[in-house]
């Protein structure tokens, strides 16, 4: 496979406050990845630095073998989109304006969007389920509408990296499956890479390739879904109970907790 992210010897703290220390991390092409772990454990934080978002006290984050640094804001828009956890607008910008920021990073200064950027901010819209919502302001939107929003701008954006922080939190169930199936699909069929923190757990396993699980500034475990949840993983990284670890008819784990 081809190694688009190489992290070496990483480090990064907020003040006097250590997130991760001397981290390690390959990550492949083609691949959907959940990121997990406990709060506070560096989810966030790692998507950030995959962006170029936050500068790392030491340490190198490499996309496509060139410092992340290196890249201009322009050219990373290009290759890779990011869905955040929390997205706000102080405008009364419509739907379809919104998706269609996604494009920006294509379109040449001073020129205005031409008809495959259309085509594509159409396609993400359907995509979404958002059609209908294309004249409205974002502003009057749901949280889970919004969320739907962001993430059709980021389909928009025609990447070849998608990074979802949390990005499903606001959206009730069908939708987020929903979602998350067309990502897989993206994957599968088109070679898209996903790096996504997924707070629950039986959603990464359905839906992602490998799990990356973070806990206390280090990376606990970098596995298959079908190896990387155990009993013993889950009880020492989230503190929780497991009853049984079945196999879904896909092949793939399904946890079911002690709840009593």
Do not use: W
């Amino acid at each position: 496979m081809d190694t688009l992210f190489h992290i070496r010897d990483l480090s990064f703290s907020y003040g006097k406050n250590s997130v991760f220390k001397d981290l390690q991390l390959e990550l492949n092409k083609g691949t959907f990845y959940g990121l997990i772990g406990a709060n506070g454990s560096g989810k966030s934080t790692l998507l950030e630095l995959l962006t170029g978002g936050l500068p790392a006290n030491s340490g190198t984050v490499q996309f496509k073998d060139k410092d992340i640094n290196s890249y201009s804001k322009q050219e990373l828009a290009c290759r890779i989109a990011l869905v955040p956890q929390h997205f706000t607008m102080d405008f009364e910008y419509s739907v379809r304006d919104v998706v269609l920021m996604g494009r920006h990073p294509h379109i040449p200064r001073f020129s205005t969007p031409a008809e495959r950027d259309h085509k594509k901010v159409d396609k993400a819209m359907g995509t979404m389920d958002i059609t209908q919502l294309a004249s409205r302001a974002v502003s009057a939107l749901s949280g889970g509408e919004l969320q739907r929003v962001v993430m059709a701008r980021a389909l928009a954006q025609d990447t070849e990296v998608l990074i979802l922080d949390e990005a499903t939190s606001n959206l009730d169930i069908n939708h987020t499956i929903g979602i998350l199936r067309v990502i897989r699909n993206m994957v599968n069929d088109h070679g898209l890479t996903v790096i996504a923190a997924i707070h629950d757990l039986n959603l990464a396993a359905a839906f992602c390739d490998k799990c990356i699980v973070l806990q206390d500034g280090h990376i606990a475990a970098n596995a298959d879904v079908n190896t990387v949840f155990t009993k013993e993983m889950l009880q020492d990284v989230f503190s929780v109970e497991v009853e049984h670890i079945s196999k879904t008819d896909q092949n793939r784990p399904q946890i079911q907790f002690k709840y009593h």
